[in-house]
């Protein structure tokens, strides 16, 4: 299990600025990569999730050309090639393998609500809060939130909240499904953990091959479908650790996987 905390700028609550994208790009990446590692955990230190982009550090771009290069450029897509690495939002457009948890303690706002979107899973405070406030900047939500929001909740009530920017409870977040869990102010870090540690627990093949089917199986074509899923997961069903689950069922007694 790994636990990412971005804590370059909680006095500023979290908000991100080139350096700190690609700090996060760069542990997530790393964990993807580790295979002792099956779960992750983002959390914000100082008591706030995410501000989203440093508008503060924003401002100083004086000039057009930069703002051009450290806001605009990351947000668009190359011509011809996949998405840009990050975006100015580190790991919004990252395509990992593994469960990642957000563990949202007071703001998750603007690119900071992005980013627990881009997470499979979110377990907050029940004091939290969410919103696309970039309307109120004459900005866009460029980083995933205009897309994912309304796949997470109601389309309707996604749309009020992107075009009016107004902010939103993690009780309401709970209520229409966006949060998984909510727990008491302090505690999501330590809810984030117990689900991850659940997560853990279950064979790591099958962990992976399953988020790839509920991420991806929705945009299938109907006659595809099956075939798409076999495919995936007929390695893991003939893996292994798929016959170390059925000895450790038999034997009344906690499996050992081996990721093999």
Known sequence: MWTVVHSRFAEA??????????????????FDADDSASVAVLWGEGGA????????????LS????????????????????????GPLGPT????????IAAVEG???????????????????????????ETKRSLVAGAGG???????????????YALTGEFFSAEDAHTWGLVNRLTDPGEALAGALRLARKITERGPLAVRAT??????????PAEERW???????????????AREGARAFAEKRAPVWTGK
């Not at 979290?14 to 700090?23: I, L």
């Not at 999730?49 to 100083?60: E, H, N, P, R, V």
Request: net charge negative; aromatic share 8%.
């Open 107 to 133: 703001y998750a706002l603007a690119g900071g609500c992005e980013i627990a979107l881009a997470c499979d899973l979110i377990v907050a405070a029940r004091d939290a809060t969410f919103g696309l406030p």
């Open 93 to 100: 457009r990252l395509e990992l393998s593994k469960p990642v």
């Open 227 to 241: 075939a798409r899923q076999q495919e995936i997961m007929g390695p893991v069903m003939t893996s292994a650790d």
């Open 146 to 160: 205009l897309f994912r929001l309304p796949q997470r909740i109601p389309r309707a009530i996604a749309m009020e």
């Open 49 to 60: 999730f995410c501000a989203g982009w440093d508008l503060k550090f924003a401002s100083t």
């Open 13 to 30: 609550r979290n908000a991100m600025d080139p350096d700190s994208a690609d700090a996060l790009v760069q542990a997530f990446r790393e």
């Open 63 to 86: 000039d057009h050309d930069a703002f051009q290069r450290h806001v605009v450029d990351g947000l668009a897509f190359p011509t011809g090639a996949n998405p840009a690495p990050r």
């Open 211 to 220: 988020k790839k089917i509920v991420r991806d199986g929705g945009d299938w």
